[in-house]
């Protein structure tokens, strides 16, 4: 079966659809209209199940990180050094630690990035938030025992002013 056109041209289209994915996995419910609730259905189901799917295939692996050393206040502590013209200027006083750390197999890997194609990117108070590791982590796990259908479609009122269908798309 085809894709819905839903009056936009292609890239207006996915752009919408995408926008409309993310909301649904940012937030685990959305309110649209019915034909665009079915045709983010297919696809939220689609990156849920690929989640699903790859949700155990990784390993921890222990990783060196150099991090600028903190005092007390947690501001960074410094200390004098002197160039090679003898001039002394402040340096950030380092420490490395090691660091437990997820690593994607390959296959998960393959399904982050097909996930990553599917939504946008997010910031939320100024700060990245990593949708496929929610999916990953924390949505996939409900779904273990189920074979699909992680969405649902529920009828709501018409909208006013135009009497559009709505519907509310939520996660099972």
Known sequence: MANRKLG????????????????LIMY???TTTETRAKEVKKIADSIIALA???KDNFEMV????????????GNKMTEIAKSKNGK??????KEETTESRQKDMPSRLNARR???TKINKVKMNGENVDLPSKLFNEIAPKYTDRVGGYTRIIKAEPRRGDNAPMAVLMLV
């Not at 936009?8 to 909301?23: A, P, Q, V, Y």
């Not at 222990?62 to 206040?73: E, F, G, H, P, T």
């Open 62 to 73: 222990d990783v060196k990180v150099v991090k600028a050393k903190l005092d007390s206040k």
């Open 52 to 54: 699903v799917k790859e």
């Open 28 to 30: 685990g419910k959305i």
């Open 88 to 93: 002394e200027y402040l340096k950030v006083v």
């Open 8 to 23: 936009r041209t292609t890239d207006i289209r996915m752009s919408m659809l995408k926008t409309l994915t993310t909301d």
């Open 114 to 116: 097909k996930i990553m």
